[in-house]
T-cell receptor
Framework: DGGITQSPKYLFRKEGQNVTLSCEQN?????MYWYRQDPGQGLRLIYY???????QKGDIAEGYSVSREKKESFPLTVTSAQKNPTAFYLC?????????????FGPGTRLTVL | QKEVEQNSGPLSVPEGAIASLNCTYS??????FFWYRQYSGKSPELIMF????GDKEDGRFTAQLNKASQYVSLLIRDSQPSDSATYLC??????????????FGRGTQLTVWP
């Protein structure tokens, strides 16, 4: 079954902690993306990666970090520098910029700061 | 000016009516256009994309693209309560194409009442 998986589904973070959100895809997609969604808001791009070992900052990268060591995996770390991390985090993937670039989303991780 | 704007909503229609969702974009060179549906608490799901002027139909859904006026719309015929969701418009702009990203609108919330 091809798709995108994210884990965990729910995550609770204490103040000052770093936490890592997992995103894995088996669609053989080159590009992967991380978005943040706040209640009643649209999607805001955090980081994205077109190829392995390369990634770019999106519109709200401060307080976040990523790595892309494998084509299938694009984990996101929410650091203690992110002052308001409570949100719904969505990972997406696409074939890459050469095509229409339609993106497909994982089920999301809901992060709450305690 | 934002890359992509959607009518703010919320939009409320009776069951069986036609729901019309609109999206405008700022970059005249934009290439492909996507509509996503997002149920409350879930991740976005791609329902249609269009890249040529005119209409594209898929079941009860019709996407309409007018590049001269820089708008794209989604019509939902015979609306059902199960269509109640937030609809996100996304655009592949020339700048986004170079960067390998899409630009998303903030979404329009649709409610279909029985």
């Amino acid at each position: 079954d091809g798709g995108i998986t994210q884990s965990p589904k729910y995550l609770f973070r204490k103040e000052g902690q770093n936490v890592t959100l997992s995103c894995e895809q088996n669609l053989n997609h080159d590009a992967m993306y991380w978005y943040r969604q706040d209640p009643g808001q649209g999607l805001r791009l955090i980081y994205y990666s077109q190829i392995v070992n390369d990634f770019q900052k999106g519109d709200i990268a401060e307080g976040y970090s990523v790595s892309r060591e494998k084509k299938e995996s694009f984990p996101l770390t929410v650091t203690s520098a992110q002052k308001n991390p409570t949100a719904f985090y969505l990972c997406a993937s696409s074939m890459g910029p050469s095509g229409y670039n339609e993106q497909f989303f994982g089920p999301g991780t809901r992060l709450t700061v305690l | 000016q934002k890359e992509v704007e959607q009518n703010s909503g919320p939009l409320s229609v009776p069951e069986g009516a036609i729901a019309s969702l609109n999206c405008t974009y700022s970059d005249r060179g934009s290439q492909s256009f996507f509509w996503y549906r997002q149920y409350s608490g879930k991740s976005p799901e791609l329902i249609m994309f269009i890249y040529s002027n005119g209409d594209k139909e898929d079941g009860r859904f019709t996407a309409q693209l007018n590049k001269a006026s820089q708008y794209v719309s989604l019509l939902i015929r015979d609306s059902q309560p199960s269509d109640s969701a937030t609809y996100l418009c996304a655009v592949k702009t020339p700048r986004g194409s170079t960067l390998g990203r899409l630009y998303f609108g903030r979404g329009t919330q649709l409610t279909v009442w029985p």
